[in-house]
T-cell receptor
Framework: GNSVTQMEGPVTLSEEAFLTINCTYT??????LFWYVQYPGEGLQLLLK?????DKGSNKGFEATYRKETTSFHLEKGSVQVSDSAVYFC????????????FGKGTKLTVNP | DAMVIQNPRYQVTQFGKPVTLSCSQT?????MYWYQQKSSQAPKLLFH???????NEADTPDNFQSRRPNTSFCFLDIRSPGLGDAAMYLC?????????????FGPGTRLTVT
């Protein structure tokens, strides 16, 4: 079945450090891939997405590239800020399948000033 | 702005006392979802509606029910809340067009059971 494996947290960085959160997936066919961010006490917000191989999603300085050959969708940011402290979820949706998302377990990021 | 709205943001109920959480959307999306999220965990899908078609997850307890009276509104009913039902409840929507699969989430309702 479809599944998402996400880097275990928590991750603690200093401001302006480089961020990578690893995400790999297992799916038949060609899923759509997403990164969601959840700030404390709030719902999930779509951060970025990619719908086909080699697509790069980007938003607010975050990037992730859909790598079919490695079945990965790693999240990166060159210089994190304190305001990036949140929980990040990788997710997939099987195109043409049910209208459901499969989530990774989430990675908590804390950025210290 | 088009959005997903959840009311109330915080709800306190007593053990065994029925409670209803509400969700509305201005996105005109076909699909609406209810998730339960406990601390430090990923959201767990309870059920979803594709238009009026109700889809229950196999492991959703019977204690949880849902209603969707129209496109814009969806309700989560917890018939007899237990202490283990204390959680954040998230409503989400998606277009349901088999092209765009991203979901749009509301801010959540934090349920406390006393």
């Amino acid at each position: 079945g479809n599944s998402v494996t996400q880097m275990e947290g928590p991750v603690t960085l200093s401001e302006e450090a480089f961020l990578t959160i690893n995400c790999t997936y297992t799916a038949t066919g060609y899923p759509s891939l997403f990164w969601y961010v959840q700030y404390p006490g709030e719902g999930l917000q779509l951060l970025l997405k990619a719908t086909k191989a080699d697509d790069k999603g980007s938003n607010k300085g975050f990037e992730a590239t859909y790598r079919k050959e490695t079945t990965s969708f790693h999240l990166e940011k060159g210089s994190v800020q304190v305001s990036d402290s949140a929980v990040y979820f990788c997710a997939l949706a099987y195109q043409g399948g049910s209208e459901k998302l499969v989530f990774g377990k989430g990675t908590k990021l804390t950025v210290n000033p | 702005d088009a959005m997903v709205i959840q009311n109330p943001r915080y709800q306190v109920t007593q053990f065994g006392k029925p409670v209803t959480l509400s969700c509305s959307q201005t996105l005109n999306h076909n699909v609406m979802y209810w998730y339960q999220q406990k601390s430090s965990q990923a959201p767990k899908l309870l059920f979803h509606y594709y238009d009026k078609d109700f889809n229950n997850e196999a492991d959703t307890p019977d204690n949880f029910q849902s209603r969707r009276p129209n496109t814009s509104f969806c309700f989560l009913d917890i018939r007899s809340p237990g202490l283990g039902d204390a959680a954040m409840y998230l409503c989400a929507t998606s277009p349901g067009d088999r092209v765009s699969y991203e979901q749009y989430f509301g801010p959540g309702t934090r349920l406390t059971v006393t």
